[in-house]
């Protein structure tokens, strides 16, 4: 699988152009995307315009930016100025923004191109982009299965090569979750890291954009990219930013990985899943690291802590969908009120709905200090439980998710099994901390397996160099089981 740097270097040399590049993207979307549906809009003629100007500026002999010519995909909850950004729902089917997210904003100067916006679950509350107001999206590996979500198209996009790579959010493991499930790298940076200025906010403590990719280099090169200061953000940190890929290559020799046990005592934990990631383990032995048993006690109280406060945030977010700014706006009716409710009930689709009622409920007065302040108090013990394991070891080890990609439909009737799918990924983004999903395995149905590695606050440097190390030695995707979509 060619990285950036590799695709950066024949554009250089002349043995690809651009537009090529381009071209071949959007054929194979013409080709394929019918069985997967990983996007909702395809960018062609702006995407071929911007291909055709970054050839003529190589030919020209301009020195031109890191990314000048690779093919992005976006998901579709990140603002693209004068392209629909949906959410994938019907409250914002018809919305296009005026301004661009800085992130996306970050990549264009970079160089980057965007091929076109990615299917996720309705408003990024999902774990299977199967809540999609347009249409599921399908695993690129076995299309009766799921890609994971809420950042499923993404990471289908990605695996199955219709981009060069992607972003996505991640508020409770939805960048890493797909990422698991689709047999690709995904990268949730530490809470600030990153701006959020532009992303259709979900919860707003706990929303962070990052990247897919196929391979650990290339994630790194795009949070090089993305990451950093953003004054239109409050949120984001003022820390300057590392070289996130000089260190990839450095041995990691004397690092202690910590295993966290109450992770592998999960009831529901998948055999093939479980022997996949202590099998990682023993390969991050091999390369010099000293494997430690971790115990964070509360770690498995995340996903409680999680659905108290990310539905309480939704319904202060969603709020301000009432039909009357912006957004979807029922005229069946003539007065206000009625016109709020039949526009959020028509805009909104189950899970959306279901989630907001959750979230205005633990808000509601007489609730609001048994749930949301009590979830707030246990989110800061989880943290605590991170920040006492970090004092013994240089990074956590646990699976991505107990299960590899179940089967579609599944889960749709049973919202808690959907949700337990996260419970794995939900820690990292409660304490804000950095944490990277990368094939390990596969199971005895040929399904990938995800490897989840948590560092430390702005630790991102030693989390991708620890990937990389592992990445390069394990060389899993070289062992993969054939897929039509994965290996033409």
Known sequence: MQTIAQWRQKLIK???SSLELVNEKISRIEKIDSFIHSYLYVNQDKARMAASKIDEARSAGEELPPL????????DNLCT????????SRMLESFVPPYE???????????GILIGKTNLDEFAMGSSTESSAFGATSNPWNISRVPGGSSGGSAAAV???LCTAS??????????QPASFCGVVGLKPTYGRVSR?????????LDQVGPFSNNVADAAELLQVIAGKD??????????????????????????????KECFDQEGLDVDVKGSVLKAADSLQSLGAELVEISCPRFNDGIATYYVIAPSEASANLARYDGVKYGYRSEEVDDLASMTAVSRAKGFGSEVQRRILIGTYALSAGYVDAFYRKAQQVRTLIRRDFENAFKKVDILLTPTSPTTAFKSGANQDDPLAMYLSDLLTIPANLAGLPSISLPCGFDSSGLPIGLQLIANVLEEPRLLQIAHQYEQFAEIMKSAPNCEFTNP
């Open 81 to 88: 100025q004068g392209i629909p950004t949906t959410c994938s």
């Open 231 to 260: 004054y239109k953000d409050s949120t984001s940190l003022d820390v300057p930013v590392p070289n996130y890929i000089e260190n990839l290559a450095t041995p990691i020799s004397g690092m202690k990985v910590g295993l966290i």
């Open 101 to 111: 997210s800085t992130v996306t904003e970050r990549l264009w100067r970079a160089g």
């Open 167 to 176: 972003l996505g959010s991640d508020t409770g493991g939805s960048i890493r």
């Open 14 to 16: 002349g043995e690809v």
């Open 159 to 161: 695996a199955s090569k």
């Open 197 to 205: 200025w532009g992303l259709i906010a979900f919860a707003s403590s």
């Open 68 to 75: 000048a010519g690779i093919p992005l995909a976006i998901k």
